[in-house]
């Protein structure tokens, strides 16, 4: 087995007779899809299934009194109809940084939508029914449902202290608070000559997988239980089950379904352990399918208002910037606080920075609670200070691309000063350049119209563990097994790439095993577009094994010295020139056949007291340029030209790279113009579904779109990669709001950028200075 | 909660032709197309998301309509003739299909059948369709996964795939 392997590995070359690294690979699985084949969860049948639905609250915070369960349980095939008092006592709590998720609601609602009642019955039909004819007897509370209201000094307590024993602030709504500062704050003043101060909006958004979800859990004979539900990290719904319920990890067994879209949403366990409990119960197969209201009722970004105070010197150079910057996270942790940690970490952007001041706080409130969602709070936080320069350059009457060059770091210069500083991994301003190359920036704009530029960070993963099994099998075919999550990223497309190239075996003789937690070793999880450079590793690690091994196993069958052979991707050389591999493994394993096993493990340790547990493996860097018509009458935004470069280190595959850029591009799209979640005063969500809330679709797409990359083979991951997938929308927001700003004459700062938005900045500035 | 139950009572009797087969079922009145196609024929190529009709995931031809089988009661199709994704997969990858893929348009997968069969539609309704007709006539079909670039690339090139053999 080789070592522990992270860093640059084949570092920078594209290896393999084979070369289909670097190759436009049609996607892993594509078949299936196109044809509607492919099982995701709810297309899976069970037999003898029963079928669960869930009773609700119409408000987002209220006392439970009573639950009158008897209509429903009288109802046809209702086989449970089970609450909080029907669970073992005191009713369990889950979280990864917090254990304060109830496994179903108990004695309180936290928000729209929280399950309170769960029936099961025979169908589908029988089980939705009966759960409408339960009976919850409530008392409304008065919710906080916004910033303001939460952080009130008498702000009703979203979770009770108890929740949080010894956590100091458990007596508030703020659930987590950092501090990132650096530089000397009397030096500023004097050096300042423009300081630019504002507040901006950032909406709460909800991630829309196209597969709403599901979970079925299946009792199995032994006491333990199989759960099937299409997550991004099957290994933590495994671990979080088994300490739910008391049950070894090796009777748990987590089937993951290819999840038909995740985006940060599948990742965390929500209502397996309550699924789980019901088929344990009733001994019964149980069969949870979510609508898609009830999708939006479980996923979201967490929303935030920052506030920012910037200063620029009269040549556009920054001297300090400052934000107060609040997350509003919802009922439950999730993982909302890391996704507060880690986007104001990066929160004052790749630029070099005097003085540095950052105060971050996630703060509850009786909504959803908010999760991972690509970009994990670096678009919240990239929206306010991308908007600050922005600011900044109009006030000095400077060019927009030339604030950002003056401002950027150079490559392996510091953007994060301090104990722990951060130094740009990538040429960055090469992205930068690209993208103002290929929107035209130094052509005049045409009449009409307004451009902006702007860039993004986002900090990959700091710690991670992937581990691979590959099967180098004797008629030459392979297979490898690899726990990330296949969610539409592709990540099979490019094991099986890599398995081409180094083992020498053709691209259709390659089988990838994942989502079985019974089969396939431990992968951390499915998440910071980490997959390509630790499971990447990890493959190609248990690929360089393989070879070894078919090295000495030939050597010993050919009484050849092994000091006489060496290997190659795809090869074994020996005296008498090179061979492939599958030849030599034939050779080697001779009359008794059998296969060639080999292992790899991709590690990162993190490093004690840094803010984030480690320093990044990577950086995803993305400049994006837009530009825009605005309809002065209406507020209608016409989207002439959309381009975005990312710096990825090594394209493995460039039509998967091209997609996920395209889509995550348009999907910035969504929170910039469009997207987001609506309350009442009750705290009901008020556009639950696909017209109300509104994602982009085919109309919403520029007129012109490019996505481009910059690869400068810098990464650790193999052949140099790094992690792509999520840089596309890390500073769409900023980039659509200069160019309206740079359109209209006067700048939006809160998203989403809607018509009525503008028309509203149109009208007020027009009163402001009247003609 | 003051919502009035749903107490499925009677059942019907469908007939139909699909994809080429005549086929009878017997159905709860309430069920949608998408339901039945799902839950009583087994077929699950038809991909269900918002389940209202907001979405297009679950869209078939139905008489030579595209239409959202959620918003089609089962017992509507009795005595038409309906096409849905295994139909047009029937003898293999089309060429659309073909084009989806080396486009790079297929991502999480679950609205491509939808994706398809609109595509497919427009393919024969309008052969010479301008990228904004394209756009135009597929704006009801979302992908979250936003392949729209690809999915116009991909009718694009089949579309001009067929022109050559015609």
Known sequence: MPDENQGPSSNGQIAGPNRVVGQRVHRYG????????????????????????????????????AIDTSPAVAMPGVIAVVHADDLPQPVARFGISHKDRPVIATKAVNYHGEPVVAVVAETEDEARAAANAVVIHYTELTGVYGLDAALAGDARLVQDPSVRPGDDLNSTNVLEQVEYAWGDADSEGASSHTIIEDTYMFPMVTHFPIEPGGIVAVPTDDGGIEVYSPVQHPYLLQRTIAEVWSIPLSRVRVIAPDPGGGFGGKQTPRYEPLIAFLALKTGRTCRLVLSLEEAFQMMRRSGCRIHARTGFTEAGELTFHEMQVDFVVGAYADVAPRVMTKGSYVGAGPYRIPRVSINARAVLTNTVPSCAFRGFGAPQVGWATESQLDAGARALGLDSL?????????????????????????????????????????????????????????????????????RLLYDGSAMAYAGTSDMGQGARTLWKQILADELGVD??????????????????????????????????????DIRDRVLELYAEATETAQSELSHAPGQLVTPSGAISLVEAAQTALGGLRGEFVGQGTSRLWGTKGHPLGGDASFYEFNATAIEVEVDRVTGEILLTKHVTVGDVGTEINPLQVVSQDEGAAIMGL?????????????????????????????????????????????????????????????????????????????????????????????????????? | MTDSPVRPTSEVPVALELNGEHVRATIPAHRTLLDMLRDDLGLCGTKRCCAEGECGACSVLLDGELVNSCLVLGAEADGGALLTIEGVSMDGVTDLQEEFLAAGAVQCGVCIPGQVMAAEQLLQTNPNASRNEIRDAMSGNLCRCASYQRIVEAIQNAAAGRRTDA
């Open chain 1, 30 to 65: 594509g078949v299936d899809r196109v044809t509607g084949a492919q099982r995701y969860l709810s297309d899976i049948t069970f037999t003898d299934a029963a079928h669960v639905a869930f009773a609700t609250v119409p408000v987002g915070c209220a006392a439970i009194d």
């Open chain 1, 507 to 544: 691209l259709d003789l390659i089988t990838i095993i994942s989502g079985d937690t019974n089969a396939v070793p431990f992968d951390l999880q499915t998440s910071a577009s980490r997959s390509t450079v630790f499971m990447g590793n990890a493959v190609l690690a248990a690929c360089e």
């Open chain 1, 670 to 771: 969504g929170h910039s113009l469009m997207e987001q979640m609506l309350f009442d005063e009750h705290g009901q969500i008020l556009n639950l579904g696909a017209i109300d809330y509104r994602i982009p679709t085919f109309n919403d797409v520029a007129l012109e779109m490019q996505t481009a990359s910059v690869e400068n083979h810098d990464g650790p991951g193999p052949y140099g990669c790094k992690g792509i997938s999520e840089g596309a929308l890390l500073c769409t927001a900023g980039a659509v709001g200069a160019a309206v700003a740079d359109a209209i004459g006067t700048p939006v700062r809160d998203l989403p950028i809607t018509a009525e938005r503008v028309w509203r900045t149109i009208r007020d500035a027009n009163c402001d200075s009247p003609d």
């Open chain 1, 402 to 470: 030339e604030m950002r060059r003056r401002n950027l770091v150079q490559h392996d210069e510091a953007f994060i000063r301090g104990d722990y500083e951060a130094r740009a991994d990538g040429r960055w301003h090469e992205s930068l350049e690209k993208a103002a190359e290929l929107i035209g920036w130094h052509e005049p704009t045409p009449s009409g119209r307004g451009r902006g530029i702007s860039v993004g960070i986002k900090p990959g993963a700091t710690t991670g563990l992937s581990q691979s099994m590959v």
